[in-house]
């Protein structure tokens, strides 16, 4: 126990060094700064700028110009000024008559978050360069927009453009994709964690004189990684398609070449490539494993390295990867280690009730209970040394990801944070129950039955945990959404915003 004093204190320390040290936030997703033309003019424009927070990716961005009847008008290839990358060109091709004009944009932060939004000008009847019968005209010039990486327009009729109301990255579709995600990755650490950890110590403090449920153990333990690590497998590609439907629309999201720049150009591709192929090499270790599951030391050392990856790659595909230097490494380094807390805890506790407890059961009917005690014995230092470190993780990037306390509050991302915290809060009452009330009376078979169902119980609403997760990882920083209140409704407070919001 002094052990897990003696790492409960360092975490404290590095989690005060961070607060000293790394004060303020870095960065935020990509958003539009300004647009010209911005409202009426008496000049007929021949191009479209729009000045973006982050340098554009060309690739991932489209233009649509939507004319008085209602037509999409032509448009050029889009380029970034010689001046700023930040700031987008789009050559006006079409013929343009005197009326409201509308632009939607679409575009992804570096770190593959995708943002639209819509802007209008209004063109005088009086404006220079009006052509005397182009109003009879417009609708030829009507139909087409812009396509990343073409040179010439496309037909309208398919569209790149997820238009508003479209598929986003907090739609209820992506939320449970992500969710399913963080199951699979929870697993795959947890089966590690049971077998490396759990069982090690287990082994080394009680001489049982029966050891062979142990292997029996790490062998169900096995299985279930292969299992748990064949799932994110397929939520990775579901996943994938989620991500290049919020991004190309449904017209493209299947498009190969758009694929592939999406893989190659964002972090959160490197996220999704670096989370498949650890996901691989897990289905390989654990399959390894499970032929040796007593042994197999290099099997179950390809195991750990694929459950270190898992534990990096949401980290890749959230907040943390649109921060910049210092500041960004440090908070992919803290979801990292949330990451690998959370799963060493839960994740460790959901494999000892479905490999670890059915072993116990299955080692004689004279041990059975004393088993099962061994094993929580065991499994209990791990689970708080992680608990430990799942909070002072978590406070840290609750940090860096909020200007200060006052912005949380009102906010939509601190509403939602507030409400997994309320259910950490139930999760870790519960892990208190099992730890203070359960354990010490385990012995027997009604007892192990008494700690199936209050270990069910706090994975149950872990899991509640892990869904409002998948929904804050998609949710505005309270920083970035006092921007965007800022810059919708500059004469407002944001109070006053939210409100209004919620009604």
């Given at each position: 126990?002094?052990?897990?004093?003696?790492?409960?204190?360092?975490?404290?320390?590095?989690?005060?060094?961070?607060?000293?040290?790394?004060?303020?936030?870095?960065?935020?997703?990509?958003?539009?700064?300004?647009?010209?033309?911005?409202?009426?003019?008496?000049?007929?424009p021949r191009e479209l700028r729009l000045t973006f927070y982050e340098p554009v990716e060309l690739s991932f961005t489209t233009?649509?110009?939507?004319?008085?009847?209602?037509?999409?008008?032509?448009?050029?290839?889009?380029?970034?000024?010689?001046?700023?990358?930040?700031?987008?060109?789009?050559?006006?091709?079409?013929?343009?008559?005197?009326?409201?004009?509308?632009?939607?944009?679409?575009?992804?932060?570096?770190?593959?978050?995708?943002?639209?939004?819509?802007?209008?000008?209004?063109?005088?009847?009086?404006?220079?360069?009006?052509?005397?019968?182009?109003?009879?005209?417009?609708?030829?010039?009507?139909?087409?927009?812009?396509?990343?990486?073409?040179?010439?327009?496309?037909?309208?009729?398919?569209?790149?453009?997820?238009?508003?109301?479209?598929?986003?990255?907090?739609?209820?579709?992506?939320?449970?994709?992500?969710?399913?995600?963080?199951?699979?990755?929870?697993?795959?650490?947890?089966?590690?964690v049971f077998r490396l950890l759990v069982l090690t110590y287990l082994r080394r403090r009680w001489m049982l004189e029966n050891?062979?449920?142990?292997?029996?153990?790490?062998?169900?333990?096995?299985?279930?990684?292969?299992?748990?690590?064949?799932?994110?497998?397929?939520?990775?590609?579901?996943?994938?398609?989620?991500?290049?439907?919020?991004?190309?629309?449904?017209?493209?999201?299947?498009?190969?070449?758009?694929?592939?720049?999406?893989?190659?150009?964002?972090?959160?591709?490197?996220?999704?490539?670096?989370?498949?192929?650890?996901?691989?090499?897990?289905?390989?270790?654990?399959?390894?494993?499970?032929?040796?599951?007593?042994?197999?030391?290099?099997?179950?050392?390809?195991?750990?390295?694929?459950?270190?990856?898992?534990?990096?790659?949401?980290?890749?595909?959230?907040?943390?990867?649109?921060?910049?230097?210092?500041?960004?490494?440090?908070?992919?380094?803290?979801?990292?280690?949330?990451?690998?807390?959370?799963?060493?805890?839960?994740?460790?506790?959901?494999?000892?009730?479905?490999?670890?407890?059915?072993?116990?059961?299955?080692?004689?009917?004279?041990?059975?209970?004393?088993?099962?005690?061994?094993?929580?014995?065991?499994?209990?230092?791990?689970?708080?040394?992680?608990?430990?470190?799942?909070?002072?993780?978590?406070?840290?990037?609750?940090?860096?990801?909020?200007?200060?306390?006052?912005?949380?509050?009102?906010?939509?991302?601190?509403?939602?944070?507030?409400?997994?915290?309320?259910?950490?809060?139930?999760?870790?009452?519960?892990?208190?129950?099992?730890?203070?009330?359960?354990?010490?009376?385990?012995?027997?078979?009604?007892?192990?039955?008494?700690?199936?169902?209050?270990?069910?119980?706090?994975?149950?609403?872990?899991?509640?945990?892990?869904?409002?997760?998948?929904?804050?990882?998609?949710?505005?920083?309270?920083?970035?959404?006092?921007?965007?209140?800022?810059?919708?409704?500059?004469?407002?407070?944001?109070?006053?915003?939210?409100?209004?919001?919620?009604?």
């Open positions: 126990m002094s052990l897990v004093r003696g790492r409960a204190t360092a975490a404290a320390l590095l989690l005060l060094a961070g607060l000293v040290l790394f004060p303020a936030v870095a960065a935020a997703h990509q958003r539009l700064l300004g647009t010209s033309p911005s409202s009426s003019v008496d000049e007929v233009i649509r110009l939507v004319g008085p009847d209602g037509r999409t008008l032509t448009l050029g290839a889009l380029r970034t000024s010689a001046d700023s990358a930040n700031v987008l060109i789009v050559p006006i091709t079409g013929q343009l008559v005197a009326g409201q004009y509308t632009v939607h944009w679409a575009t992804a932060s570096r770190d593959g978050h995708p943002v639209q939004g819509e802007f209008g000008f209004a063109i005088a009847d009086s404006a220079a360069g009006l052509d005397a019968h182009a109003g009879h005209r417009a609708g030829e010039f009507g139909g087409a927009v812009t396509a990343p990486g073409q040179d010439v327009p496309v037909p309208a009729h398919h569209p790149t453009l997820v238009g508003p109301g479209g598929f986003q990255a907090d739609a209820p579709g992506y939320v449970a994709v992500r969710w399913a995600t963080y199951l699979g990755i929870l697993g795959v650490i947890g089966a590690a050891q062979e449920w142990l292997g029996v153990a790490a062998g169900r333990a096995a299985s279930l990684g292969v299992l748990f690590a064949a799932f994110t497998l397929m939520t990775g590609a579901a996943r994938l398609y989620a991500q290049s439907l919020a991004m190309h629309g449904s017209g493209h999201a299947l498009d190969v070449e758009r694929l592939l720049m999406m893989l190659q150009r964002t972090v959160w591709g490197w996220g999704w490539l670096i989370q498949m192929g650890a996901a691989a090499l897990a289905v390989v270790g654990f399959a390894l494993a499970r032929r040796a599951p007593d042994g197999g030391r290099v099997a179950w050392s390809l195991a750990a390295l694929a459950a270190l990856g898992l534990a990096l790659t949401p980290a890749l595909s959230g907040h943390a990867a649109a921060m910049t230097g210092s500041a960004g490494t440090l908070a992919i380094a803290t979801h990292t280690l949330h990451v690998l807390a959370a799963a060493g805890w839960l994740g460790s506790l959901l494999v000892l009730l479905l490999a670890g407890v059915p072993a116990a059961m299955a080692a004689g009917e004279a041990r059975r209970g004393e088993n099962v005690a061994h094993l929580v014995r065991a499994f209990s230092p791990t689970a708080m040394l992680f608990a430990g470190v799942l909070v002072a993780s978590g406070v840290l990037a609750a940090f860096l990801h909020s200007s200060s306390l006052d912005a949380l509050i009102g906010s939509r991302y601190g509403n939602l944070l507030f409400v997994k915290l309320g259910i950490f809060l139930l999760v870790f009452g519960t892990g208190a129950y099992n730890f203070l009330k359960v354990q010490p009376a385990l012995g027997s078979e009604a007892s192990t039955r008494h700690l199936k169902r209050s270990a069910g119980a706090e994975l149950a609403i872990a899991a509640a945990v892990l869904m409002v997760t998948a929904v804050l990882v998609a949710t505005a920083r309270p920083y970035e959404e006092e921007q965007q209140f800022a810059e919708d409704s500059p004469t407002k407070t944001m109070e006053e915003r939210t409100a209004e919001s919620a009604r």
